[in-house]
């Protein structure tokens, strides 16, 4: 059973700080491209960022300077950094798995096979 489960999130104040992990089964884990995920209510799920294999990040324009994407192979855990955070980071994020051969745009959600179930962030103003 392929397992992505996440961690991490919580209540913080604008310009506060959280970590969010994933912890993936091996078989999901490995050689694949690891991602996040967020959607606000009432919105659709948009890009965060994004980890290959070997360590390649990508970011949405809107976090990039204030998250960091990483992982641990070793560990089966890819993290989600956030720094200054803002209202509008609120939503419930998502850790995704994508297989390494697919070469579609990272920003699609389509593009990714495996999903957990979501951590909830709150920023408060």
């Known amino acids: 059973q392929v397992q992505l489960v996440e961690s991490g999130g919580g209540l913080v104040q604008a310009g506060g700080s959280l970590r969010l992990s994933c912890l993936g089964s091996?078989?999901?884990?490995?050689?694949?491209?690891m991602g996040w995920f967020r959607q606000a209510p009432g919105k659709e799920r948009e890009f965060v960022a994004a980890?290959?294999?070997?360590?390649?990040?990508y970011y949405a324009d809107s976090v990039k300077g204030r998250f960091t994407i990483s992982r641990d192979n070793a560990k089966n855990t890819v993290y989600l950094q956030m720094n200054s955070l803002k209202p509008e980071d609120t939503a419930v994020y998502y850790c995704?798995?994508?297989?390494?051969?697919?070469?579609?745009?990272?920003?699609?959600?389509?593009?990714?096979?495996?999903w957990g179930q979501g951590t909830r962030v709150t920023v408060s103003s």
């Open positions: 995704a798995a994508r297989p390494a051969y697919r070469n579609g745009l990272l920003s699609n959600a389509d593009e990714f096979d495996a």
């Open positions: 091996g078989r999901i884990f490995s050689n694949n491209v």
């Open positions: 980890i290959t294999w070997g360590g390649i990040t």
